[in-house]
Every structure is written in C-alpha cells, then in structure tokens.
T-cell receptor
Framework: GNSVTQMEGPVTLSEEAFLTINCTYTATGYPSLFWYVQYPGEGLQLLLKATKADDKGSNKGFEATYRKETTSFHLEKGSVQVSDSAVYFC?????????????FGSGTQLTVLP | DTAVSQTPKYLVTQMGNDKSIKCEQNLGHDTMYWYKQDSKKFLKIMFSYNNKELIINETVPNRFSPKSPDKAHLNLHINSLELGDSAVYFCASAHSGTGEAAKGYTFGSGTRLTVV
C-alpha cells in the first residue's frame, strides 16, 4: 500500500535560518505529491504540489522537488520567519476505486524563534 | 464564503452520549472525506463518499456512521462516545478522476471533540 515517511519533529529554528523537512514515499502507481500546512487551531491548507517526476512545487518561499529515483519530496525554505511556525504534512494522492485517497505523513512541528 | 464548513467547531460531551458533526462544501466537488487527527497530530482517513456512495471505510468502530444526503454534505454520527474518541475531526472534499489528482483536497477547519 501507499505510505509517507516524514522527518520527525519538533524542529526549532531561529528566524532567517534554512529549513529542510524530509519526506519519502512508497506508492504502487504514479502519485501526486503535496505539502500541507496546519497553523495553530486551523485546518490544513495546501502549501504546494507536484504531479510528476522532476516537477518543482513552490509557494510563499517554500519549494519541493518530486524525485522519483529517491522517492522523495523534501520541503525547503531559504529563510524562515516566525509566521512559518506550524505543522507541516507531506502527502501523496493516488486513485482508490473511484475516489482519490490522500495519505499523510505524521507531520512535523516547526517553531521559528525571533 | 467558506468552501468547506464544519459544525460545531468545539464539542464537549460525556461518555456514552451520541453526537453528530456536520460538513458542507460549496465547491461542487463530488467526493468528501472524514479524517481523524489524534493528539500527536497524526491524520488518519476514516471514510470517503463519492457521489453519495461510500468508497472508503477504514477500520473504524461501527459506532461511527457517516451519512451523505447529497454530494455537498457528509455528516458523521457517533454513538456511545468513548474517551478515546477525543480528537479533532476534519472534513475534506475533492474532485475525483485522474485529471483532478493534482488539485489536492480542501479541508474544513476541524471539530475538536472532547469526551469527558
């Protein structure tokens, strides 16, 4: 079956530090890959996505590249801000019967200190 | 103009009670989901409905019963609530089909259920 393995947190960084959150996946087909972000007390929001190998998703300074050879989709940001403090989820989407199923990693809590 | 709305946002109830959580989406999506998020933030799919038909039914106690009166609504009824049911429950919606896979899901803001 499909699975997503995500770097365990929590991760604490100082403002303007470089961020990497590792994500690897196992899938039988050709999934689409996503990063979702959950700010405190809120639901999940789509941060970025990639649908095929070598695609790079980017948004709000975050980026991730779909690497089929290493089955990875690591999230990076060059300079984090306090407002980036949230839980980040890596996910993959694959078809299951007539519905798509989104499989999530375990989430990584990021705290950015001023 | 909330795309996926859940009610209530907070629910505190006693063990043994029966409660419902409602979800509505105005995005025209044909598939809706319920996810459970535990205290460690782990997200697990519970159910999925496509065009009012139950598609995904993971290993969930049969005290949990989803109901989809139409494509825009997916409610979750829980009987005989237990302490372990305390969690945040998220509703989500999406378009089905291979062409829509890249668009991801749209999530509601969650219902925090506390069983005392």
């Amino acid at each position: 079956g499909n699975s997503v393995t995500q770097m365990e947190g929590p991760v604490t960084l100082s403002e303007e530090a470089f961020l990497t959150i590792n994500c690897t996946y196992t899938a039988t087909g050709y999934p689409s890959l996503f990063w979702y972000v959950q700010y405190p007390g809120e639901g999940l929001q789509l941060l970025l996505k990639a649908t095929k190998a070598d695609d790079k998703g980017s948004n709000k300074g975050f980026e991730a590249t779909y690497r089929k050879e290493t089955t990875s989709f690591h999230l990076e940001k060059g300079s984090v801000q306090v407002s980036d403090s949230a839980v980040y989820f890596c996910a993959l989407s694959d078809l299951l019967r007539s519905a798509r199923q989104l499989t999530f990693g375990s989430g990584t809590q990021l705290t950015v200190l001023p | 103009d909330t795309a996926v709305s859940q009610t209530p946002k907070y629910l505190v109830t006693q063990m043994g009670n029966d409660k419902s959580i409602k979800c509505e989406q105005n995005l025209g999506h044909d598939t809706m989901y319920w996810y459970k998020q535990d205290s460690k933030k782990f997200l697990k799919i519970m159910f999925s409905y496509n065009n009012k038909e139950l598609i995904i039914n993971e290993t969930v106690p049969n005290r949990f019963s989803p109901k989809s009166p139409d494509k825009a609504h997916l409610n979750l009824h829980i009987n005989s609530l237990e302490l372990g049911d305390s969690a945040v429950y998220f509703c989500a919606s999406a378009h089905s089909g291979t062409g829509e896979a890249a668009k991801g899901y749209t999530f509601g803001s969650g219902t925090r259920l506390t069983v005392v």
